[in-house]
Nanobody
Framework: QVQLVESGGGLVQAGGSLRLSCAASGRPFSSYAMGWFRQAPGKERDFVAA????????YYADSVKGRFTISRDNAKKTAYLQMNSLKPEDTAVYYC????????????????WGQGTQVTVSS
């Protein structure tokens, strides 16, 4: 079992920045790739970014490429999502998830989930 707890969400103006954190406990954090997803009201949960277990490989949804950066600190058992140049359309609940595999963009392929943190971007 892996327990994940997100933090760092909040209200920010368009063009601003936020950094989300995802603290893990339980099974070895470094055994899992980590991903971030988001879900806007009335919409499905969408893939945002993922990072390999070592942190050496990352990939992003086209909608956030160049604005968001995923990273991890295995010693702290924490994953991060740095979000810059935020837009109102980035408003959503953001979830982190742990993946025992790699290269997955569908939520069903992830094994463990956090409870989510709200990000609201005002125009």
């Amino acid at each position: 079992q892996v327990q994940l707890v997100e933090s760092g969400g909040g209200l920010v103006q368009a063009g601003g920045s936020l950094r989300l954190s995802c603290a893990a406990s339980g099974r070895p954090f470094s055994s899992y790739a980590m991903g971030w997803f988001r879900q806007a009201p009335g919409k499905e949960r969408d893939f945002v970014a993922a990072i390999s277990w070592s942190g050496g490989t990352t990939y992003y949804a086209d909608s956030v490429k160049g604005r968001f950066t995923i990273s991890r600190d295995n010693a702290k058992k924490t994953a991060y999502l740095q979000m810059n140049s935020l837009k109102p359309e980035d408003t959503a609940v953001y979830y982190c998830a742990a993946d025992s595999g790699w290269g997955h963009v569908r939520e069903v392929e992830y094994d463990y989930w956090g409870q989510g943190t709200q990000v609201t971007v005002s125009s």
